[in-house]
């Protein structure tokens, strides 16, 4: 058997997060509360399988599927708190539906459960890196009424949405996380809602106080996922354009970003944007597999992604990842498990093919990465 050189310069490759719960997860999350003791179970298996299967794919980096994120991605940290309504701020989708966030109700304002604990169970079971992602404060900075409340004004809320997030990193890191990703698929709605840009400026400014608590090594474990959302195969924000988002979202303290750019109808047109505003500290992982979209992306074609995005962002800052996670609502049942794992093997497959033998021969960019 012939084997192909290794690559000179391997192109790092991390999941988003979320993978489908198994059916009867979701069915009995349908009648019992989050943490009824019956569910410990169900969750226990749903992480190991996940994990098992993340590894089977070869995926280098692995999560936990969020199988224990209820009822999602956004309010997982804060489910459960007696302090809040479920009357919050609305998402919009694309297919009609909305999702809805809890409001606070009076202060103060604290985590119920931080994400390191589902670190501690997955680094349990894992036999390769594990990352964690975290919600923005950004997010939860839209649980605080537009009313206030008299004796808990605002600034102590933001003051205590940054504590808890500052503590929730810090223990991911210290548990050994291989990336802490805060998700921020807000930043890309916000332009939609604000089009003037200054709610993005007013969110990046915020999150941009809780980064400023990390130092620069610190910085380089940390990440920041933008995309249009994904929720049943819908979008909240697809149509906003890149060009009034990407400039300002570079300017985040962060040195890794997660970028959908799979589901994107220019993808040429968005990397130039990536390539003129891209900072020399960051790397950007591209999407180049699709959650929303039916069908299983071929490794050829993720190669053909990474060999195109390789054209404008240099090799040394680029790495691969999912446009979103495959479930980042809970009871999303539009994709099945096999399917996300399918397409987590396409990205780990297709991601490795560039600087292989046959791509050299066409890719200009393996061979620089060859003379590093
Ligand atoms: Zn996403």
Redesign the pocket.
């Known amino acids: 058997m012939i084997y192909a050189k290794p690559a000179s310069v391997a192109i790092p490759t991390e999941p ?1 997060g979320s993978i489908p719960r198994p059916p009867d997860l979701i069915e009995k999350l349908a009648q019992v509360d989050s943490e009824d003791p019956a569910l410990v179970a169900l969750y226990e298996d749903a992480i190991r399988d996940t994990i098992e299967r993340f590894e089977a794919t070869g995926s280098p980096v692995v999560t936990d599927g969020e199988q224990r994120k209820y009822h999602n991605f956004l309010t997982y940290c804060v489910h459960g708190l007696s302090n809040t309504s479920a009357d919050g701020f609305k998402i919009p989708f694309s297919d009609g539906r909305t999702r809805r966030m809890l409001r606070l109700t009076r202060g103060p304002f604290r985590y119920l459960r931080h994400a390191d604990s589902y670190l501690d169970v997955a680094m349990r079971y894992a036999h390769v890196p594990v990352k964690q992602a975290v919600i923005s404060p950004s997010a939860l900075s839209l649980m605080y009424p537009a009313e206030g409340f008299p004796n808990y004004p605002r600034e102590q809320f933001i003051e205590d949405l940054l504590h808890e997030h500052e503590t929730e990193i810090r223990r991911c890191l210290q548990k050994g996380a291989h990336k802490v990703q805060i ?1 921020f ?1 807000e930043a890309r709605l916000a332009v939609k809602i604000d089009p003037s840009g200054q709610l993005l400026d007013s969110f990046i400014d915020l999150n941009n106080l809780a980064l400023s608590r990390f130092s620069p090594e610190e910085r380089r474990r940390i990440g920041v ?1 933008t ?1 249009p ?2 929720d049943f195969h819908a979008t909240h924000s697809a149509e906003v354009d890149y060009a009034n988002l990407l400039p300002r979202l570079f300017e985040l303290k962060a040195d890794n970003f997660y970028v ?1 750019l799979a589901c994107e109808q220019d993808p040429q047109r968005v990397l130039k944007i990536i390539r003129k505003y891209l900072r020399p500290n960051q790397r950007i992982f591209v999407g180049v597999i699709s959650p929303i979209r039916a069908g299983i992306e071929s490794a050829e074609e993720v190669r053909d992604r990474v060999v195109e995005a390789s054209k404008y962002i240099p090799i040394e800052q680029l790495g691969t990842t999912d446009d ?2 495959f479930a ?1 609502f809970s009871d999303d049942t539009s994709t099945s498990r096999d399917t996300a794992f399918a397409k987590i093997r396409a990205r780990v497959l297709g991601t490795a093919l560039p600087n292989t033998p046959s791509c050299r021969r066409e890719c200009r960019n393996c061979r620089r990465a060859e003379q590093l």
């Open positions: 988003i998700d698929t996922h995309c959302g994904g959908a979103c996670g980042p």
